[in-house]
């Protein structure tokens, strides 16, 4: 099969290497989780519990707000201390759940595999998805139930499995392709059960050829499932580049995939799938990447969520002298954070500690008219041109340019040899221009 890709984007240095071949090794749960009642996209959840309720795990501790919503679930067995307002990777503080761990993991239900669960109805596997809390792993942590239905004039006829992982030094879902592949399988198959699509594909970078090789061979034993080899290049694993690359699709500007009858899953989010319709198995812990020049033995860690990076930093050996920066994700798309006292979330794929001389950037200069920027935008924008109206407070001109349609990939910043913020200039211009049509909306 040709290797796939799509127009536009860059090659920034990966870094895989340095946890690549690691082994995912498991964190023990701590003392203490601090649990977000928002970790998704859509409305947050509202609490069940109060302060001095003894909860299991696998407990439910919030109710959705909505039908774009998901619930949150205890991730130990222990007492709820305290709900209050808590630093959140997200760069604000939101409302926590404070748990303490009674070092028991008492379950709330049985959570072994169920014979038949392939044979459910759909509406009922989509109302476990749903329960058990999932939400997009990959980092968007858009709610998985509502993908998984789409309206019906909106059929799905071809099902991506996202194993790009184009983002540098991420490797959480790589190792899940090499140790959980038969999982994700079977993951595939429920969804494939629940929306009946025409055709599947598994994107994978082909900087990843023991994981290519892995899961062909498990598709051997599926049956229409095909694994696509992919030209390594980011953004390869952004959603709409995906689609693009193995079906010549573009979706709208504005648009979703289902409106080119497709949908996008991450590996992770299909691993889960699989444990919350076959083992009634909520969202409770996800793999995590430590790695970076700035701490002193890089792993692929499962941890449970709500544990505190300060946890996981400590579990891969710790900072080094050097280590200046912590980025929640990866350097392209990732979240820099002002504190290590923030607990991982569904969307935590990574967590990136960098030495000041990694971290340290240029500064910038003026636009050289280059046009770099335009070549790699894998959304075909006119970036530098963005940037100057967003500096010259044009909003309604941007929007018009298609600022929306930023997805904020970073690789116009990467490219620009006169170092210019342009990703974080975007960042700003496409808040004004929410925030414009907001304004616009409630005066309508």
Same mark, same amino acid.
């Given at each position: 099969?040709?290797k796939?890709?799509f127009?536009?984007?860059?090659?920034p #240095?990966?870094?895989?290497?340095?946890?690549?071949?690691?082994?995912?090794e498991?964190?023990?749960?701590?003392?203490?989780?601090?649990? #977000?009642?928002?970790?998704?996209?859509?409305?947050?959840?509202?609490?069940?519990?109060?302060?001095?309720?003894?909860?299991k795990?696998?407990?439910?501790?919030?109710?959705?707000?909505?039908?774009?919503?998901v619930?949150?679930?205890?991730?130990?067995s222990?007492?709820v201390?305290?709900?209050d307002?808590?630093?959140?990777?997200?760069?604000?503080?939101?409302?926590?759940?404070?748990?303490?761990?009674?070092?028991?993991?008492? #379950?709330e239900?049985?959570?072994?595999?169920?014979?038949?669960?392939?044979?459910?109805? #759909?509406?009922? +596997?989509?109302?476990?998805?749903?329960?058990?809390?999932?939400?997009?792993m990959?980092?968007?942590?858009?709610?998985?139930?509502?993908?998984?239905?789409?309206?019906?004039?909106?059929?799905?006829?071809?099902?991506?499995?996202?194993?790009?992982?184009?983002?540098?030094?991420?490797?959480?879902?790589? =190792?899940?392709?090499l140790?959980?592949?038969?999982?994700?399988?079977?993951?595939?198959?429920?969804?494939q059960?629940?929306?009946?699509?025409e055709?599947?594909?598994i994107?994978?970078?082909?900087?990843?050829?023991?994981?290519?090789?892995? +899961?062909?061979?498990?598709?051997r034993?599926?049956?229409?499932?095909?694994?696509?080899a992919?030209?390594?290049k980011?953004p390869?694993?952004?959603?709409?580049?995906?689609i693009?690359?193995?079906?010549?699709?573009?979706?709208?500007?504005?648009?979703?995939?289902?409106?080119?009858?497709?949908?996008?899953?991450?590996?992770?989010?299909?691993?889960?799938?699989?444990q919350?319709?076959?083992?009634?198995?909520?969202?409770i812990?996800?793999?995590?990447?430590?790695?970076?020049? @700035?701490?002193?033995?890089?792993?692929n860690v499962?941890? =449970?969520?709500?544990?505190?990076?300060?946890?996981l930093?400590a579990?891969?050996?710790?900072?080094?002298d050097g280590?200046?920066?912590?980025?929640?994700? @990866?350097?392209?798309?990732g979240?820099?954070?002002?504190?290590?006292q923030?607990p991982?979330?569904?969307?935590?794929?990574?967590?990136?500690?960098?030495?000041?001389?990694?971290?340290?950037l240029?500064?910038?200069?003026?636009?050289?008219?280059?046009?770099?920027?335009?070549?790699?935008?894998?959304?075909?924008?006119?970036?530098?041109?963005?940037?100057?109206?967003?500096?010259?407070?044009?909003?309604?001109?941007?929007?018009?340019?298609?600022?929306?349609?930023?997805?904020?990939?970073?690789?116009?910043?990467?490219?620009?040899?006169?170092?210019r913020?342009?990703?974080?200039?975007?960042?700003?211009?496409?808040?004004?221009?929410?925030?414009?049509?907001?304004?616009?909306?409630?005066?309508?």
């Amino acid at each position: 099969m040709p290797k796939k890709t799509f127009k536009g984007g860059a090659h920034p #240095p990966e870094f895989k290497n340095l946890t690549e071949s690691l082994a995912i090794e498991v964190l023990p749960a701590p003392e203490r989780v601090f649990v #977000p009642i928002v970790q998704h996209l859509g409305a947050p959840g509202k609490p069940l519990v109060i302060k001095k309720d003894k909860v299991k795990l696998g407990q439910k501790l919030t109710d959705p707000g909505g039908f774009v919503s998901v619930p949150c679930h205890s991730p130990v067995s222990g007492t709820v201390k305290k709900i209050d307002m808590f630093p959140h990777p997200f760069g604000r503080m939101i409302e926590a759940i404070e748990i303490e761990n009674d070092g028991e993991d008492s #379950p709330e239900h049985d959570m072994s595999v169920e014979d038949g669960y392939l044979n459910l109805d #759909p509406k009922i +596997m989509i109302q476990r998805i749903r329960e058990g809390g999932l939400a997009g792993m990959g980092g968007a942590a858009f709610p998985t139930h509502v993908k998984l239905s789409p309206p019906a004039d909106k059929p799905i006829k071809t099902l991506i499995i996202n194993g790009a992982e184009c983002e540098p030094f991420l490797t959480a879902d790589h =190792r899940l392709m090499l140790e959980y592949g038969k999982e994700i399988f079977k993951g595939i198959a429920i969804i494939q059960r629940i929306l009946k699509p025409e055709q599947t594909y598994i994107g994978i970078e082909n900087n990843k050829p023991d994981a290519i090789a892995k +899961m062909r061979e498990i598709s051997r034993d599926y049956p229409g499932i095909k694994v696509a080899a992919m030209q390594v290049k980011y953004p390869q694993g952004a959603e709409k580049q995906l689609i693009n690359a193995l079906t010549g699709r573009e979706v709208p500007s504005g648009g979703l995939p289902m409106d080119v009858n497709c949908l996008v899953h991450n590996v992770g989010t299909t691993l889960a799938i699989y444990q919350a319709v076959a083992m009634n198995k909520p969202l409770i812990e996800r793999v995590v990447t430590v790695t970076g020049d @700035g701490v002193v033995s890089p792993k692929n860690v499962t941890a =449970r969520i709500g544990t505190l990076f300060s946890e996981l930093v400590a579990f891969a050996g710790g900072y080094t002298d050097g280590a200046a920066k912590l980025i929640m994700g @990866g350097p392209m798309m990732g979240m820099a954070q002002h504190t290590d006292q923030i607990p991982i979330i569904k969307g935590t794929s990574g967590i990136l500690i960098l030495s000041k001389k990694s971290a340290a950037l240029p500064k910038p200069k003026p636009c050289i008219g280059c046009s770099r920027c335009l070549e790699v935008c894998p959304m075909h924008l006119t970036p530098t041109l963005l940037a100057t109206l967003v500096e010259y407070n044009r909003t309604e001109d941007s929007i018009k340019q298609g600022i929306l349609d930023c997805m904020e990939c970073g690789s116009c910043s990467y490219i620009c040899p006169t170092k210019r913020n342009l990703v974080h200039i975007l960042k700003l211009g496409k808040m004004n221009a929410m925030e414009l049509k907001r304004k616009e909306k409630e005066a309508a």
